[in-house]
């Protein structure tokens, strides 16, 4: 059975950090691009951060260049979102996903909740 379940979530001040973990299983996470989505109510969902499979290149929304970076360890199947300077735009529910060997979204987690308090 394939799962990517994220942690890490919470309630942060405007200004703080949080770090988001997404563990993957049932799949060859190592050979798959990965990458963090985030929707937040009324509004459509933006790809804020992916990485390629050997983790050697990224890319990142220009809203959060220069906040967040985006990690892997494939080792343990995990992937990591770092926020730092947390605004209150950046609340939303966070989300992971994995994309094929095409670029095609094949699986995603169900989420974790980031909210910023101004």
């Known amino acids: 059975e394939v799962q990517l379940v994220e942690s890490g979530g919470g309630l942060v001040q405007a200004g703080g950090s949080l770090r988001l973990s997404c563990v993957a299983s049932g799949f060859t996470f190592s050979i798959d691009d990965m990458g963090w989505y985030r929707q937040a109510p009324g509004k459509q969902r933006e790809l804020v951060a992916a990485?390629?499979?050997?983790?050697?290149?990224?890319n990142y929304a220009d809203s959060v260049k220069g906040r967040f970076t985006i990690s892997r360890d494939n080792a343990e199947n995990t992937v990591y979102l770092q926020m730092n300077g947390l605004k209150p735009e950046d609340t939303a529910v966070y989300s992971c996903y994995a994309f094929d060997p095409r670029g095609v979204v094949h699986y995603w987690g169900r989420g974790t909740q980031v909210t910023v308090s101004s």
């Open positions: 990485i390629n499979s050997g983790g050697g290149s990224t």
